[in-house]
């Protein structure tokens, strides 16, 4: 499995999103990439806006094998044991 998410240091919920991946994910078995959007966030929202289809305005935003999840709320759904 391949994850990416993007997130931001000062978010909450990209905090909480990077312990849901480590306890959903973590021990090597999968594929999980970290982007922090702090440097640049106009840029990275108009790039993740574009991959997933619809304006994005919050992070973290989650893709797992390409396919787009959402933010953390989304990803909970998905991913109910990870919450």
């Known amino acids: 499995m391949n994850i990416v998410y993007?997130?931001?240091d000062s978010c909450p919920y990209s905090r909480m999103t990077h312990v849901a991946m480590n306890r959903m994910f973590g021990g090597g078995r999968h594929n999980v990439q970290k982007v922090c959007?702090?440097?640049d966030p106009q840029g990275f929202k108009r790039k993740i806006s574009n991959a997933c289809g619809r304006n994005v305005s919050t992070f973290p935003q989650?893709?797992?094998d390409?396919?787009?999840v959402g933010g953390?709320?989304?990803f909970c759904r998905a991913f109910p044991d990870a919450a």
Do not use: P, Q, T
Request: aromatic letters at 34%.
């Open 66 to 68: 390409n396919r787009y």
């Open 62 to 64: 989650i893709f797992i």
């Open 6 to 8: 993007f997130y931001k």
């Open 72 to 74: 953390y709320s989304d």
């Open 37 to 39: 959007v702090d440097v």
